[in-house]
Nanobody, 120 residues
């Protein structure tokens, strides 16, 4: 079973930076793509950045050029480096992991989220 735990959120002034971390734990891990989603109260969860198993990176238009997603396979960690933060980035950020379907891992996984608040 896989569990995801986010950390690194907090309060930061506009223009500042944060690095979110997602720790992957479990006796058996069969993860392909991983990503970060954001959710604002009253709105749906939106994809912010995604990293495929082959290393392909995807970014939402709103964060492209400011955020960087990376993965450390050896340490079983996913990161989101957030630079030049804006108040509109304020949201709860969730770590997401997709099971490797080619390996028979059909489940997807979510962390519980970490709050990012960017002040003016």
């Amino acid at each position: 079973q896989v569990a995801l735990t986010e950390s690194g959120g907090g309060l930061v002034q506009a223009g500042g930076s944060l690095r979110l971390s997602c720790a992957v734990s479990g006796d058996s891990i069969c993860i392909s793509a991983m990503g970060w989603y954001s959710q604002v109260t009253g709105k749906g969860r939106e994809l912010v950045a995604q990293l495929s198993s082959t290393g392909h990176e995807y970014y939402a238009d709103s964060v492209r050029g400011r955020f960087t997603i990376s993965r450390d396979h050896a340490e079983q960690m996913l990161y989101l480096q957030m630079n030049s933060l804006k108040p509109k980035d304020t949201a709860v950020y969730y770590c997401y992991a997709e099971g490797d379907k080619d390996s028979g891992c059909v489940d997807d996984y979510w962390g519980r989220g970490t709050q990012v608040t960017v002040s003016t």
